[in-house]
């Protein structure tokens, strides 16, 4: 994670840290009750989230407003890239709860463009997680009460990656048709007419073109993907152009998947969607699909940053790791299971199974 020391903003009344409240759009201090409209820090900057030439910073020809420098130390336990101030010597991971100790690497990485202020409160993110724990069939009555009694939850700003594309895509395959023929087959000893589907195959080529916006990645590997991609969507329409007041009290991951990476990912993506269209210019009742050559131009991309609301419980000496989506509430995680209570369910279902079966033998 990204050293937060620019995200600090000391109270004018007291001098204690102020955070950003997203739903006032203003810094609030928790200490004194303070509050100060962003304006007034100079901090306010509209207009448009810039997008960056994808060429050009593989070719390492950014700008240098567009590089920063950061200072991270990775967990031994899960590899996240956990933030520190130049104050802080220690703490625990918030992704596995390992305790980490300081380091002074440093790194460089393309700054962030946009960030998706959180919605949620830590309040508001522990209410729904306790409500997703209390839907788990065959959870242990424990966990979701140490859960709501637990530790602090970490309000993290997670990095991502964002493609945009011009793509055009030529094809060559077959249109199937569904038609029947009748034939005669034997049932019980008697010929018996029947319906039966042939498809009738015909070539096909075109092209297909797509603009693609917004192509999302994931640009960290802290959090196992299953969850991070049932956390969508992401309303990214709300996306402010990044300034570090809207960090302040909260933490943000360095990405770990470098930009050549994230493409590729997201032309996995496109590719998915290309084949789609194409299925669909082809039409018919079935497609078969032989080549595709896609001809990609004008990709541009930004790094954004996502609120995720993230808890980390051992539990029994297991951890069982938490993330709930900052703006929409969102949860996924690791779920535990209760012995007893699969050994009670199992015992109820032979029981029921014994009682069903009796029934049906006495009404024979």
């Not at 917004?214 to 960290?220: G, H, K, N, Q, T």
């Not at 196992?224 to 943000?252: M, N």
Request: aromatic share 10%; with cysteine.
């Amino acid at each position: 994670m990204a050293d937060n020391s620019e995200h600090r903003f000391p109270c004018d009344q007291c001098g204690a840290d102020m955070r950003f409240d997203p739903k006032a759009g203003q810094l609030i201090c928790d200490h004194c009750g303070h509050t100060e409209p962003v304006q007034d820090k100079g901090l306010w900057k509209g207009g448009a989230i810039r997008e960056l030439d994808f060429k050009q910073a593989l070719d390492n020809l950014l700008p240098a407003q567009d590089i920063e420098e950061i200072r991270t130390t990775k967990c031994p336990n899960c590899g996240a890239e956990v933030e520190f101030s130049e104050a802080t010597h220690a703490l625990e991971c918030p992704f596995c709860a390992t305790p980490v100790v300081t380091d002074t690497g440093t790194h460089r990485q393309i700054k962030p463009r946009g960030v998706l202020p959180f919605v949620l409160n830590e309040g508001q993110a522990r209410e729904a997680m306790t409500r997703w724990l209390g839907k788990l069939w065959f959870a242990p009555n424990g966990l979701q009460e140490y859960a709501r009694k637990g530790r602090k939850m970490d309000g993290i700003y997670v990095p991502y990656w964002t493609f945009d594309a011009d793509t055009k895509s030529a094809y060559r395959g077959e249109r199937g048709t569904t038609y029947y023929v009748t034939e005669t087959v034997m049932r019980d000893g008697k010929p018996v007419q029947v319906q039966v589907p042939k498809i009738r195959w015909t070539p096909k080529s075109g092209r297909v073109a797509r603009f693609f916006d917004d192509v999302l990645v994931l640009a960290s590997r802290s959090l196992p993907g299953r969850y991070t991609d049932a956390l969508e969507p992401w309303d990214l329409s709300a996306l402010k152009p990044y300034q570090p007041h809207f960090l302040a009290g909260f933490r943000a991951e360095g990405y770990s998947v470098e930009l050549d990476q994230g493409y590729d990912i997201a032309r996995e993506k496109m590719n998915r969607v290309i084949e789609r269209d194409v299925r669909f210019d082809i039409g018919g009742d079935q497609q078969r699909i032989h080549d595709i050559q896609t001809q990609i131009s004008d990709v541009t991309f930004k790094h954004i940053l996502l609120p995720v609301w993230l808890a980390a419980y051992k539990y029994r000496g297991k951890t069982y790791r938490f993330v709930i989506n900052g703006q929409t509430g969102r949860v996924q995680g690791e779920r535990p299971w209760s012995a007893w209570k699969i050994a009670f369910a199992v015992v109820l279902g032979l029981i029921v199974a014994g009682i069903v079966g009796y029934i049906a033998a006495q009404n024979q």
